[in-house]
Every structure is written in C-alpha cells, then in structure tokens.
C-alpha cells in the first residue's frame, strides 16, 4: 500500500527539530518561518512541552469523556484566563475543521435556523459543512453542496446586512484574520458594524480563531484587535503546538444539553497536557508581546525587498505579495538557504507564519535571503 497522493511535497525528510530549527537526514540546517501551516506557536521541542507531555504520559494518555477528566477544567480555566473569556465556556475536539463543524451546529440549534453567512476568500477546514462554507469550489464535492451557505466579500457591509434581513441565517464565520486567502484583514468599521448587526438580526457571529489565535496576531485571539466580543470562536492549530486539539469557546447565553456535541478523542488527557503547556510557555515567555514588538519591524524590512507590491498582517502573521507568482522563490528559499516559507491560495503571496520564539535576527534573515534571490532573478532575466 502507498499513500493517497494529494499533497505536493519537497522532497526534503526532517529527522529533528529544535526551535525554529530543523533538521534533515543529511544533517542540514533548515530555519521554520511558517512552523506548519502555523501550528509551531511555541516553538518544536519545547522542553517545559516535552516534560509537561512526559509527565501525563506516565500517568495516562487516554480515557474518553464517559469518565470526569479534571486536565480538561484545568485547561478551560487557564485558556479562559489568558484570553479574556473566562465565564465561556469550552468545549474540546481535535481539529480546526470540527471546531468550526461543532460551532455552526451550536448556532443552529441554538437559533433553529440552517443558512450560514460566510466571506468570499475565507478557509474553515474540510470536514463536510466547513469545507461547504468554504469559498474553494476547487475541495466541495457534490455531497458538500447539501449545506445552505450564502458568500459576500470580506467588508461589503452594505451585502452583509442585506443577507442578514431574510431572517434565515444561523450564524455568520469570519476569519479573526483571512489566512489561506493571503492575510486579509476586516477592517475595524466592518467588524464593529458586523457585531451589532448579528446581535439586531438575532444571528450568532462565529469567529474562526483556527490560524489568527492564540498570539499569532499580537493579541490573544485576531478579533481582540477589533474590540468585539463574538458568540462563538474556534480555535486549533497553535493550541497544541503540533498535537492535535481544537476548542470551541461558547457564550455563557447558549444552554448546553447532554448529547448537544460529543467526540471521542477530544479532549484527552495528553491533548490538555499539550495545550496547557502551550499557555504555560506564552505566558511566560511573554510570546504574545514578541509577535507584536515584531510586527512594525518585518512590515518595515520586507517592504524594503526588491519587487514587493505589498506587506499586510498583524504580529507575526504576514503577508508579503509580489506581482508574481511566488512558487519558484519559496523552492529556491528552502533549497538555496534553508528557509521554509508558506505559500496561500493567492499565487503571489508569500506566507510568514513563524513560530512566536523568533527573534529579529530571523526577520532580517528571511529579508536578506529574499532579496537575495530576487537580485539573482533579475540578473538571469536580464
């Protein structure tokens, strides 16, 4: 038996991490500046990580919820903390894409009705109703389009209430920050005037804290910039720093009842010990200040690279786009200097996802090495 061949890869095998450094089979030295699709939040091989996993380990790595998990309170208090939402409540899966699924079945039950708003450009995942509320008609199979979606562009606040006064819609899900689409950012009058439209229509605001959460964007969660308290916000990726866990924060007005949500691995008691770590490390090591402190000197430097129409983004989720397709850059970054950058559905952007450990000096480095092979481009073109 092979694999299901779906995903274009390097041809590169890491065989150690440390950091935001990686390793090959050969020995060489790679820098991780996108730290896998943004997962990498405290950096690889972390040792309060490592010692926090080992520990839970050695006592017991799963029970399913039939049983009272007490790490999983533990986890939902110190998230609620650190994030300002204390009196929400949590509920713990595995993934982004099913805490965005168990987040629309929420706003449904808990508004009885089926249509989603969601924005042109956005991702939430490939399970079966958020792969239908994303806009890729590239992933929704024909079984995908049973669910009642309705698209309009990201800050077209005229479209948005427009589709909100049918009365129908469950839920509106927008990205605290559009990740896979290339960094797009709400603007702040969009997501004012989007809350305050969800609460008069009587619709739940969903907001999908998958990438843009847990520091990434200089605050806790991306919509924190904004100043709007959301129903709902899920949340994944960074959360378990490469163990795999997604959270779903619900609003106090939402009544749970037995049988509502349910999953099997969710929660586990290894998966909390991994993203108690993660918190544990962010907090301490004042991560979330480090993402903003370097936020003005990135869009500084890499405004400055040779060919760069544009940088956008917010602490260290970036954006740097060129009139180009950026494809042969990034192969030559990894092969020619080590650096793994990330690529989005816009073929012109270059992704900086790094985890929230680096320092100035990787900044700068990733600058340096991009106008480097912009320089040599141009001289070949020449």
């Known amino acids: 038996m092979d694999l299901f061949n779906v995903y274009p890869v390097y041809p590169i095998e890491i065989d150690k991490a440390k950091g935001f450094k990686l390793w090959d089979k050969e020995g060489k030295e790679y820098t991780d500046l996108y730290g896998g699709h943004a997962v990498i939040s405290i950096g690889h091989s972390h040792p309060h990580y490592i010692k926090r996993m080992k520990d839970q380990l050695d006592k017991l790595a799963f029970y ?8 999983q309170k533990e986890l939902a208090k110190k998230l609620g903390e650190m994030s300002g939402y204390e009196d929400y409540n949590l509920f713990l899966c595995n993934s982004g894409a099913e805490a965005n699924e168990n987040a629309l079945k929420v706003a449904s039950f ?3 009705r089926s249509k989603i708003l969601a924005f042109k450009g956005g991702f939430h995942g490939r399970t079966s109703g958020a792969v239908a509320i994303t806009d890729n008609p590239k992933i929704i199979a024909p079984f995908n389009q049973m669910h009642e979606k309705v698209l309009v562009d990201l800050n077209d606040l005229e479209a948005t209430e427009k589709v909100l006064q049918g009365n129908d819609i469950a839920a509106v899900i927008i990205e605290g920050i559009q990740g896979l689409a290339g960094i797009y950012l ?23 804290e998958v990438q843009s959460g ?20 899920t949340t994944a990726k960074g959360m378990g720093n490469g163990y795999p866990i997604g959270g779903v924060l619900i609003s106090p007005k939402v009544e749970a009842w037995f049988g509502m949500l349910g999953t099997t691995f969710g929660g586990n008691h290894l998966a ?12 301490k090591e004042k991560l979330i200040e480090n993402a903003k402190a370097l936020e003005a000197i990135q869009l500084e430097l890499f405004s ?12 260290l989720m970036t954006a740097i786009e060129f009139d180009f397709p950026v494809a042969p850059i990034r192969k ?11 690529s989005s559905s816009n073929p012109n952007v270059l992704r900086f996802l790094p985890p929230l450990t680096i320092t100035e000096k990787e900044v700068k480095l990733l600058a340096n090495c991009l106008t480097s092979v912009l320089e040599k481009e141009a001289v070949a073109n020449n």
């Open 64 to 71: 399913s919820n039939s049983i009272e998990i007490p790490i």
């Open 110 to 112: 808990e508004t009885k």
């Open 186 to 208: 709400p603007t702040q009058e969009f997501m004012t005037a989007l809350a305050q439209l969800c609460k008069k229509y009587g619709v739940m605001l969903i907001l999908d």
């Open 214 to 233: 847990y520091g990434r964007a200089g605050e806790f969660f991306a919509h924190q910039l904004f100043g709007i308290r959301p129903d709902i916000i």
């Open 272 to 283: 909390c010990a991994a993203a108690l770590a993660v918190l544990e490390v962010i907090e």
């Open 304 to 315: 400055k690279i040779p060919g760069v129409k544009e940088v956008r983004g917010k602490g």
């Open 332 to 342: 030559k970054l990894v092969f020619e200097h080590g650096l793994f950058t990330g």
